[in-house]
């Protein structure tokens, strides 16, 4: 879930933003990732909106959660598109000639509170290197 409003018209290609966890994730009924848990998104791009009822657009990724253990890579994208105003800019062109051309779009909004779906990257819990298994000992002849 994200934490705060990201926008067109003031995020950038690369401005993080961050997200919790609203449902736990549990695995044979063990949970793994507790609801609260934080994550980071990052924007990839962004357009802003403009003249003549242009909208806005935004996108944006998954990143990672943050676990005590460390970083979870995650996997996931949203995209979002303002509403366009080419109602707005005939009516402000009808009322104000050439100068209603200026007449903006929306911007994208991700807002705060959306839910944001996203997967783990890769197993997790990581399974354990096969160099890092010891191999069985030999019994012991008596």
Known sequence: MLLNE???RTAHAGDRFKLRVNEAIV???VTVVPVGTLAWGEVVTQQANGAAGKSGRLGAQLLYLDMPTGRVPLEGKIA???DGNAGGVL???VGFG???LLAQG???RLRAGDIFIGTVARSFP???AAANVPAAQP???H
């Open 27 to 29: 695995l044979d009924g």
């Open 106 to 108: 929306d911007s994208a």
């Open 139 to 141: 019994a012991a002849a």
């Open 98 to 100: 050439v100068f209603g």
């Open 126 to 128: 990581p399974e354990p």
């Open 6 to 8: 990201v926008t067109s």
């Open 80 to 82: 979002r598109k303002g």
């Open 91 to 93: 009516m402000a062109v």
